[in-house]
């Protein structure tokens, strides 16, 4: 069965700090890979995605993540958080023969400490 | 765009109520997901539709949950009875596509559940 393992449960970091997220997927195939982010009491939003081409991928707010596809890895990263950056990140998947359903990994809180 | 629009934003129930979950989709995105986000399960699909024919209810726990899509721009998410373990944040979500690329799902505000 498909299932996306985010490493990371709670991170606590000062601001200025850098980030990595850590994200492994287990799928055989070729995928289509995301971050979404969750600020306290709003609803997910997307930061980045990757499906294809240069596995270095810019997002919004400073974010990028990396795609190793013979780690089956998607790692998101930030060189210097803001307290603003306080929220719940997860990483998702979804095969590329489409349907659209996105596995999501369980979520890592990040709490940036200003 | 007025995005995924969810009601209600919060229920309290009491447990063997019954709970209706709405959502409208972003207009022209023909696809429908929900999900439910627990802290201990995190996030879970339990239904999605495609021109509003449900597609994949795997995810749904229950007989006591149960989902609709009468039109394009309307479902809804009903549990009958609702039970304690049920409470949840429930989310919506339609992508945009293009061609068979699913690019990027959006997400309501989500509908938080209390079951007493």
């Known amino acids: 069965a498909q299932s996306v393992s985010q490493h990371n449960h709670h991170v606590i970091l000062s601001e200025a700090a850098s980030l990595e997220l850590g994200c492994n997927y287990s799928?055989?195939?070729?995928?289509?890979l995301f971050w979404y982010v969750q600020y306290p009491g709003q609803h997910l939003q997307l930061l980045l995605k990757y499906f294809s081409g240069d596995p270095l991928v810019k997002g919004i707010k400073g974010f990028e993540a990396e795609f190793i596809k013979s780690k089956f890895s998607f790692n998101l990263r930030k060189p210097s958080v803001q307290w603003s950056d306080t929220a719940e990140y997860f990483c998702?998947?979804?095969?590329?023969?489409?349907?659209?359903?996105?596995?999501f990994g369980q979520g890592t809180t990040l709490q940036v400490k200003p | 765009d007025a995005g995924v629009i969810q009601s209600p934003r919060h229920e309290v129930t009491e447990m063997g109520q019954e709970v209706t979950l709405r959502c409208k989709p972003i207009?022209?995105?023909?696809?429908l997901f929900w999900y439910r986000q627990t802290m201990m399960r995190g996030l879970e699909l339990l239904i999605y539709?495609?021109?509003?024919?449900?597609?994949?209810d795997s995810g749904m726990p229950e007989d006591r949950f149960s989902a609709k899509m009468p039109n394009a721009s309307f479902s809804t998410l009903k549990i009958q009875p609702s039970e304690p373990r049920d409470s949840a944040v429930y989310f919506c979500a339609s992508p945009h596509r293009t061609g068979h690329n699913f690019n990027e799902q959006f997400f309501g505000p989500g509908t938080r559940l209390t079951v007493l």
């Open positions: 799928y055989g195939g070729t995928v289509n």
């Open positions: 998702a998947v979804t095969p590329t023969s489409n349907t659209g359903k996105l596995i």
């Open positions: 539709f495609n021109n509003n024919v449900p597609i994949d």
């Open positions: 207009s022209g995105h023909d696809y």
